[in-house]
């Protein structure tokens, strides 16, 4: 193997690693009418299969962050691999509803273990901040194209081998992410001296589970219902606890002045912020294709593709860009252009021909993957390398929390809207708005040109 090869070989196992956390987010969507039916499984229990997976992955990030700092981010990666692995092998085998529900909450925690160290991993193996924005650009087209894709593939599977293949496909993948980074991926510092701060974590678990399973039940239920309002109170209640903690605990799982930083703050509220659009517009999109235009899973997932492709060049060129441009004209310029977008679907009218929705789709797809680029390596460029773990863990957090509020409240505004095109329009100018104020917080938050990550 050349030193070429050898070069980017870190980049593709921890890529794989990644592909296969956010695949599993969505490619479950149009298997589990077929796995409540095969495993007679209750309404509950088709839930739970759907939201139990990313209800412990988005609550235990944090965790997985912390674990990597303390034990070595090569170690607790590998670690998840193999856990994400062996649960997925479970589910494909599952006999029953409560057993795949059980091997779904252990696949989750194993993509917590897994996407924090993805991020540091690739700061230790791409020192130059050049070579590093191209591996975090690639790195965040893997998102994009695996929650898309995940619709397409599902819908594949599905109709051609069975529901089962949907995590037997893991078991490839995950060996040979597992094989590539034990050979190429050397090993992380371990820093015994810090401290787990269980408290901290307990917290951070239940305000994330909280919000995120409320969030999830307001698609539902709607926004004014008790159980709803009393999640989310209780999500508050736990950040003000993880707060009041990091503030008096001698070694914190993430220290409050790192968030005080406006690079740091800002790139977080960034990715909470475009994740809200792109995902919520591919929720709310996905509703439109089946339901109202009675497009199949595989129709739908092709009628996505567009936006899916243009995930994968945007974040080469951002990339390219970066060493001349610095991160910040990407972000804004990504953020403008896919509110564009969105707002062009809102101003198409009540029941637009597919061919002017392309257009919008690209656009959102293309801006959201040329400002990852930027505003993941403004993150990870703000915290010192004995916080690499914990800060990787705050940014896919927020995303997390960003995903599911925009897919939450798209579900909300289609259910109350008096039609669904009234519905969709809405939610596609909310979410231009999101991506206007992310626009917003790049331009104050994002360094330029003449400031670099700081080195590894």
């Known amino acids: 193997m050349s030193s070429e090869r050898r070069s980017w070989a870190p980049l593709l196992a921890v890529c794989a690693g990644y592909f296969m956390v956010i695949l599993d987010v969505t490619v479950i969507n149009v298997a589990v009418p077929v796995v409540g039916r095969e495993l007679s499984a209750s309404l509950t229990g088709i839930q739970w299969i759907t939201d139990g997976y990313t209800l412990v992955f988005a609550g235990f990030l944090l965790t997985g962050g912390a674990l990597g700092d303390r034990l070595g981010n090569r170690r607790v990666f590998c670690w998840g691999v193999a856990v994400f692995t062996a649960s997925s092998a479970a589910c494909a085998l599952a006999p029953d509803a409560p057993f795949l529900v ?10 917590a273990l897994i996407v924090p160290g ?18 975090f650009g690639l790195w965040g087209s893997m998102a994009g194209i695996a929650a898309s894709a995940g619709p397409l593939l599902g819908g594949l599977l599905v109709s051609t081998v069975g529901w089962r293949w949907v995590f037997l496909i893991n078991l490839p993948v995950g060996a040979v992410c597992l094989a590539l980074t034990l050979r190429h991926v050397a090993r992380s510092p371990r820093r015994a001296d810090r401290a787990l701060d269980l408290p901290a974590q307990v917290a951070v678990v239940a305000a994330v589970a909280l919000l995120t399973a409320a969030l999830n039940e307001a698609g539902r239920r709607g ?37 005080r930083s406006r690079a740091l703050g ?40 567009p936006a899916v492709a243009m995930t994968m060049f945007a974040s080469v060129l951002s990339g390219r860009l970066s060493r001349r441009t610095g991160h910040r004209p990407l972000v804004v310029s990504g953020m403008l ?34 400002a990852l680029t930027g505003s993941t390596a403004t993150v990870m460029g703000a915290a010192p390398p004995s916080y690499s773990g914990a800060a990787s863990a705050l940014f896919n957090t927020t995303r997390q929390v960003g995903s599911a509020t925009g897919v939450a409240l798209g579900g909300s505004l289609l259910a109350s809207a008096a039609t669904y095109g009234t519905g969709i329009r809405t939610s596609m100018g909310i979410g231009a708005a999101a991506y206007l104020t992310a626009a917003f917080l790049a331009w104050r938050c994002v360094p330029g040109k003449t400031r670099h990550a700081a080195p590894v």
């Open 337 to 370: 252009l896919a509110a564009l977008g969105l707002a062009g679907w809102a101003a198409a009218g009540p029941d637009p021909a597919y061919g002017l929705l392309v257009l919008p789709m690209m656009a959102a797809g293309f801006g959201t993957s040329f």
């Open 118 to 135: 993805s991020l540091a991993l690739l700061q230790q193996a791409y020192p130059e901040p050049d070579t590093r924005s191209r591996a």
């Open 102 to 111: 059980v091997a779904r909450l252990v696949e989750g925690l194993g993509a």
């Open 266 to 305: 800002g790139g977080a509220a960034i990715g909470l912020l475009f994740n809200f659009g792109f995902y919520g517009m591919v929720f709310t999109a996905s509703l439109e294709f089946q339901h109202q235009r009675g497009y199949s899973a595989l129709g739908t997932g092709l009628a996505l593709f």
């Open 223 to 259: 926004w004014s219902d008790p159980a709803v309002l009393a999640g989310l109170g209780l999500a508050a209640l736990a950040a003000l606890a993880f707060a009041l903690r990091e503030r008096l605990a001698r070694s914190p799982a993430l220290p409050l002045g790192l968030l």
